[in-house]
T-cell receptor
Framework: EPEVTQTPSHQVTQMGQEVILRCVPI?????FYWYRQILGQKVEFLVS????????KSEIFDDQFSVERPDGSNFTLKIRSTKLEDSAMYFC???????????FGQGTRLTVV | SQQGEEDPQALSIQEGENATMNCSYK?????LQWYRQNSGRGLVHLIL?????REKHSGRLRVTLDTSKKSSSLLITASRAADTASYFC??????????FGAGTQVVVTP
């Protein structure tokens, strides 16, 4: 069964460093998303991406965040200068249609020290 | 504004019992989805119910949607220990953005 895959599963980085989280969405999907979940809190929307551009972003998604689809399969989230409060589980999701079922990856646990 | 607030926050039941959790939301929706999350793991999609649907079944799951009350419920029948997880409802806007509630933690004891 097709699935969304994320790498790495766990990343530890020092405060101020740049990190890139990678995702391979399901191949025929057109809509891509990043969400995050701080430990013990609800899942929060970061950004949606369609037709090679951001379609919507939350107030969390400030200038230190960026997304890219560098080729036909990968979808990346870059955090330029990580802060302690960026420590969270980051989930990538994709859907075939904009209002359809969103399938999530297993997440990348980011720990900023 | 917050969407998809579930209650109860936690639910503890025995195997074989039914588990019911509710979700309320504030704004109009295109559809509502329910997800399961095992501790520290990814979100597994369970069921999607469209705004023009009132009830949907999938295996041991039954979801209802009442758009007049802006609420949904998830019923898990004949629960199993493997159903132990957190359950989230999420509303979908026109771009597909999901807004999640805080979730219901369900513990099923053998």
């Amino acid at each position: 069964e097709p699935e969304v895959t994320q790498t790495p599963s766990h990343q530890v980085t020092q405060m101020g460093q740049e990190v890139i989280l990678r995702c391979v969405p399901i191949s025929n999907h057109l809509y891509f998303y990043w969400y995050r979940q701080i430990l013990g809190q609800k899942v929060e929307f970061l950004v949606s991406f369609y037709n090679n551009e951001i379609s919507e972003k939350s107030e969390i998604f400030d200038d230190q965040f960026s997304v890219e689809r560098p080729d036909g399969s990968n979808f990346t989230l870059k955090i330029r200068s990580t802060k302690l409060e960026d420590s969270a589980m980051y989930f990538c999701a994709s859907s075939e249609v904009g209002r359809g079922t969103a399938f999530f990856g297993q997440g990348t646990r980011l720990t900023v020290v | 504004s917050q969407q998809g607030e579930e209650d109860p926050q936690a639910l503890s039941i025995q195997e074989g019992e039914n588990a019911t959790m509710n979700c309320s939301y504030k704004t109009s929706i295109n559809n509502l989805q329910w997800y399961r999350q095992n501790s520290g793991r990814g979100l597994v999609h369970l069921i999607l119910i469209r705004s023009n649907e009132r009830e949907k079944h999938s295996g041991r799951l039954r979801v209802t949607l009442d758009t007049s009350k802006k609420s949904s419920s998830l019923l898990i029948t004949a629960s199993r220990a493997a159903d132990t997880a957190s359950y989230f409802c999420a509303t979908t806007d026109s771009w597909g953005k999901l807004q999640f509630g805080a979730g219901t933690q369900v513990v099923v004891t053998p």
